[in-house]
């Protein structure tokens, strides 16, 4: 059973609210992944991290911020939560250094909804 | 770039009927192949995965070859029950050193009994 875990699994919060959704993982991965699944189910890579102190941009441009202080811990912050923010924030963390080719475990999913 | 094509859905099958989920892929380097299932309300788990041509990934029934000639890694189940009912992801690790996962659009699946 994976251990990763996402706070809140829900949240309906107003708009112009900061917001911080939690992901921490037991495992001692290094490596640390933020994706937004939209409606039509598809995954898009938001943020990810290789380590404490190392944060990057992914595939999606994303208005969310991420931080990496301890290698258990990869909140990821909204400053102003608009509508449009409005989806399935799903964590994700891999083992192995240098390696590559190993399984992601995901989180629960927090679904967040602006009004 | 790395891409990863699964066929659309929604499936709908019959209990025990078989099953099979398209998956190809592009990728430059000799990618590591996975399927993940995402059941209602939940994160996606890894249900198998093969690391190099010819390996079968094989769980719960369910199997999957690696095709490196084909480019293809679907996903198969002789008899499938209704709690398979889900949506399935077909994955692929991208070139070493990135550390990213290149994800399909997902297949969803309904069972009837």
């Known amino acids: 059973e994976a251990d990763i875990y996402q706070t809140p699994r829900y949240l309906v919060i107003g708009t112009g609210k900061k917001i911080t959704l939690e992901c921490s993982q037991t495992?001692?991965?290094?490596?640390m992944y933020w994706y937004q699944q939209d409606p039509g189910m598809e995954l898009h890579l938001i943020h990810y991290?290789?380590?404490?102190?190392?944060?990057e941009k992914g595939d999606l441009s994303s208005e969310s911020t991420v931080s990496r202080i301890r290698t258990e811990h990869f909140p990821l912050t909204l400053e102003s939560a608009r509508p449009s923010h409005t989806s399935q924030y799903l964590c994700?963390?891999?083992?192995?250094?240098?390696?590559?080719?190993?399984?992601?475990?995901f989180g629960q999913g927090t679904r967040l909804t602006v009004v | 770039g790395d891409s990863v094509t699964q066929m659309e859905g929604p499936v709908t099958l019959s209990e025990e009927a078989f099953l099979t989920i398209n998956c190809t892929y592009t990728?430059?380097?000799?990618?590591?192949l996975f399927w993940y299932v995402q059941y209602p309300g939940e994160g996606l788990q890894l249900l198998l995965k093969?690391?190099?041509?010819?390996d079968k990934g094989s769980n719960k029934g369910f199997e999957a070859t690696y095709r490196k000639e084909t480019t293809s890694f679907h996903l198969e189940k002789g008899s499938v029950q209704v709690s398979d009912s889900a949506v399935y992801f077909c994955?692929?690790?991208?070139?070493?050193?990135?550390?990213?996962?290149?994800f399909g659009t997902g297949t969803r699946l309904k069972v009837l009994a």
């Open positions: 994955a692929l690790s991208a070139t070493p050193g990135t550390y990213k996962y290149i």
């Open positions: 093969a690391t190099k041509a010819d």
């Open positions: 991290s290789y380590g404490v102190n190392s944060t």
């Open positions: 495992m001692g991965h290094d490596k």
């Open positions: 994700a963390s891999t083992a192995g250094t240098g390696v590559w080719n190993t399984e992601a475990f």
């Open positions: 990728a430059t380097g000799y990618p590591s």
